[in-house]
């Protein structure tokens, strides 16, 4: 039997490109912050956590009730606050690796999700990667959270941490899906469609 992943969707911004927070926005009938904690259910992660910040009561009331939220007191900052919210929520966690997902990848689906999963490991460091071009989620083995935690700050998440690391290994998954983001209401029309 595999070794649990937790999985960590981080849903705390304001969306002020997009004029709203973005997990409420609705793809295909679902609030996006719906569509991915379904999707790391699906991927095989044995417990999801959302970070919460922007809107975080309405975000609440989406999550299924075995799915926990996690206040990023501080999420007004950026995305390093966020991550380093998840991570410290997850030390009593008992898995090997925390699969890391953003709420604004509608076209990320589970199978993705679940690529990636499956090359966790205490010191794994996996990233998915869209025709070669590096993206989410990222895998991160328990061995680094400490580490990662202690240099996420304002809008830098793993961003820094990971730069110039050797051992990142990227997992192509393009074939899949694809990991273009959702910043703007027009970017609801799909990867490819023409970016304002």
Not at 5 to 31: I, M, N, S, T, W
Not at 151 to 178: F, M, N, P, Q
Request: glycine letters at 14%.
């Amino acid at each position: 039997m595999p070794e649990p992943v937790a999985g960590l969707l981080l849903a705390a911004g304001a969306g002020r490109r997009f004029g709203g927070p973005k997990a409420l926005v609705e793809y295909d009938g679902e609030p996006l912050v719906q569509r991915a904690v379904r999707n790391l259910a699906e991927a095989g992660c044995a417990s999801v956590r959302v970070v919460v910040g922007a809107s975080a009561e309405e975000v609440r009331e989406l999550l299924p009730s075995d799915v926990a939220p996690v206040l990023a007191a501080r999420w007004q900052d950026g995305m390093g606050e966020s991550l380093r919210a998840g991570l410290e929520s997850l030390t009593e966690e008992p898995a090997v690796a925390v699969l890391v997902h953003l709420v604004d990848l509608p076209w990320v689906p589970a199978a993705a999700l679940a690529r990636i999963v499956g090359e966790a490991s205490e010191d794994a460091v996996v990233r998915a990667a869209y025709q070669g071009i590096p993206g989410h989620p990222v895998l991160f083995g328990r061995r680094w959270w400490g580490e990662i935690a202690g240099s996420a700050h304002g809008d830098h998440g793993a961003r820094d941490w990971l730069r110039g690391r050797s051992d990142v290994r990227l997992v192509e998954c393009g074939d899949l899906g694809s990991g273009s983001d959702v910043d703007r209401p027009g970017d609801l029309a799909g990867p490819g469609a023409e970016r304002r």
